[in-house]
């Protein structure tokens, strides 16, 4: 599989519209479900009379696990197509996703958009397409599923892909580029194979699909930025920075600075999985080792760039954001905590300089009052502790970020400019 390229998929969609069996589905098909545990789903299948129903057990098992809270997680489950290997990114229903899916945590280079036939566009199926799109995903695949429950009724998958056509458009994707997919994950149809089931449709199996789709290279020409994670002292080399590579190129002997710590050297070593690299990049974990940087002088927060072009850090900041849920009204002077990348950072909100009609993205009202859940807006925030962010059009992997509040993302947000 490693010699394929690796891309990162998500699957979103509303509750209940097949994410989790799709996936399971997606697993099974490509042999990615280790043999001997589909060997015994089949026995027990047989035994009980059901031969061939491997899959149905294959999911059975894992929601009974779930329900006793041994989770076999599908977040970071692989399988490979024959261009591509895929790694499936954390799992909508995960009490973190919204947040991971901002913050990067769980950073997807396309998705599948999951639809049920018989639900069509929910809740969900909205909150997730606008995020994907505030999150730079440019073409979703969008499965149309459960099939079997509306008898592969063409008028009914023309119906719903007009629906999702409609919210494509609200939200500035262009749905000229989107795949629609009639399938049934539980059943099979059109994922792996074409199915007799829907001799009116003559596109692509979601397999075939995904293989198609552009590669997604990493931002490596992009300015060095790694947000730092953790601060190790390890004995015989000192002070070891680990994190995440954003975007940008890692290599001993580079100049590099942390901010806000404000502080930097020469990078004398980087390794990675415990062994010493000439280099790394995008989407690598490092640890690396900098001279004269000690253990107290930076910390989990701060991010690492080259001290030519050094992580900014913001006094103020203006940013686009959407609220996703606020039990009342949010209104100047509100100060919940803002989650980007590493860093966590109360930030007041300064002022709400427009109110942006959700659908279009123009300017509804100029400095209105408040604004409330399902509302998106340009507002100024001013974090209450130095914090390093950067514009979204410049690194939009440093440009999203969070709002929680009560244990909840309130709003996610992307940020336009950046007053040091
Ligand atoms: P998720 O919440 O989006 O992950 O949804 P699940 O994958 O857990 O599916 C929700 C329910 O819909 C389960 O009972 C599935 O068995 C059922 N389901 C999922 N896909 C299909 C399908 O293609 N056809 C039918 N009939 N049921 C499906």
């Known amino acids: 599989m490693a010699d394929k390229p690796h891309q990162n998929l998500a699957i979103i969609g509303h509750v209940d519209h097949g994410k989790s069996t799709l996936v399971g589905r997606l697993l099974f098909e490509t042999g990615s479900v280790p043999e001997h545990v589909i060997e015994q789903y089949r026995e027990e299948a047989e035994e009980k009379g059901k031969g061939g129903f491997e899959f ?89 599923n459960k099939m079997d429950t509306v008898d592969y009724s063409e008028e009914t998958y023309k119906e719903v892909k007009a629906e999702v056509q409609k919210l494509l458009k609200q939200v500035r994707f262009d749905s000229d580029d989107a795949r629609f997919i009639p399938i049934s994950a539980f059943e099979g149809d059109n994922v792996a194979e074409h199915s007799e089931n829907t001799p009116w449709y003559d596109g692509p199996t979601i397999l075939e699909a995904l293989n198609d789709l552009p590669e997604m290279s990493p931002p490596t020409d992009a300015p060095l930025r790694i947000p730092i994670q953790d601060v190790y002292t390890i004995s015989g080399i000192g002070t070891v920075p680990v994190g995440r590579i954003e975007t940008g190129v890692l290599k001993p002997g580079m100049n590099v600075v942390f901010m806000p710590s404000d502080v930097g050297g020469e990078v004398k070593t980087v390794e990675m999985h415990h062994e010493e690299v000439d280099e790394a990049g995008p989407g690598d974990n490092v640890g690396f080792n900098v001279r004269g940087v000690g253990k107290d002088d930076i910390r989990r927060g701060d991010v690492c760039g080259e001290a030519s072009n050094p992580p900014k850090v913001a006094e103020t900041f203006k940013a686009q954001i959407v609220v996703m849920q606020h039990p009342s009204v949010i209104t100047v002077g509100y100060t919940p905590v803002l989650h980007a990348h590493t860093a966590q950072v109360a930030c007041t909100f300064e002022s709400i300089d427009q109110k942006l009609d959700p659908k279009t993205g123009e300017v509804a009202e100029e400095n209105p009052d408040f604004i409330k859940a399902g509302d998106a807006a340009v507002v100024t925030l001013r974090p209450q502790k130095p914090l390093s962010i950067e514009p979204s059009g410049e690194i939009p992997e440093l440009g999203s970020f969070a709002v929680r509040d009560m244990g909840q993302t309130i709003a996610a947000g992307k940020v336009l400019e950046v007053n040091e």
């Open 56 to 144: 149905a057990y294959v999911m059975d098992n894992l929601a009974e696990e779930r329900e006793r809270g041994v989770t076999i997680d599908i977040a970071h489950q692989r399988f490979d197509t024959d261009k591509y290997y895929f790694t499936i990114v954390d799992t909508p229903g995960h009490r973190d996703f919204v947040k991971n899916m901002i913050t990067g945590a769980s950073q997807a280079d396309h998705a599948v958009l999951v639809v049920a036939a018989d639900d069509g566009v929910a809740p969900q199926t909205r909150e997730h397409v606008f995020l994907s799109k505030t999150l730079g995903i440019e073409t979703l695949i969008v499965a149309v």
